[in-house]
């Protein structure tokens, strides 16, 4: 993580193939138990493993050094996994964003701010990614479920919601609204709420 996380110009330079780093990383993030960096909507700790869990084994609680730089400035290095969605194969992208967000408000909206950053200002050719890893956030069934729906409805103070991003994009930028709609859409089709 510290490698990635360091934004000198050498880092390119030692490391030619860096989605070897964040595939690494992300497998090991996955395997992790993070249950002391969650929190019901109640309150309670979580004592069960993320149901999301893609791996069958899993790896004891990170220490507390892996823990401070996964959370480190507001969870860098899932803003910095966003910000470059092709380092990784989709599908690996959306398991670590789901394992980490699951019951953590915090981590859940940091990623979903991002995800509204990136969808709001991205080419609409290149909004895909980022409308999925969206889609399956917002489809995580946990106790956080509705306030993340809330959060991308509602936006926050520094974000625009999906809604805000679709009246402002109806007129010019026709097919970035029509992609949010098809993702509120799908959101509608595939939720229960």
């Known amino acids: 993580l510290s490698i990635l ?3 000198g110009p050498n880092v390119r330079a030692q490391w030619n193939d860096m989605s070897s780093i ?3 990383i992300a497998t090991l993030l996955c395997s992790s138990n993070l249950n002391d960096m969650r929190q ?3 309150g309670l700790a979580v004592d069960i493993p993320c149901p999301i869990n893609t791996t069958q084994i899993l790896l004891r609680t990170p220490d507390s050094e892996v823990k401070q730089l996964l959370q480190s400035e507001n969870y860098c290095y899932l803003r910095k996994l966003l910000e470059e ?3 990784m194969e989709m599908d690996d992208i959306v398991n670590l964003l789901k394992h ?3 019951e953590n408000a915090r981590a859940s909206k940091v990623v979903l701010m991002e995800l509204l950053y990136y969808i709001s200002s991205v080419h609409s050719a290149d909004m895909k990614p980022y409308l ?3 889609l399956h956030i917002l489809l995580i069934k946990d106790t956080w479920q509705k306030k993340r729906i809330q ?3 509602k936006g926050g103070p520094e974000r625009d919601s999906l809604l805000d991003i679709i009246l402002r994009s109806k007129s010019c930028h026709q097919k970035r609204a029509y992609l949010c709609m098809k993702c509120l859409t799908n959101l509608l089709n595939a939720n229960s709420l």
């Open 100 to 102: 980490v967000t699951w």
């Open 85 to 87: 969605p092709t380092v």
């Open 132 to 134: 999925v890893f969206l």
């Open 22 to 24: 964040h595939n690494v």
């Open 151 to 153: 959060l991308v409805l």
């Open 5 to 7: 996380l360091d934004e």
């Open 40 to 42: 019901t909507l109640t």
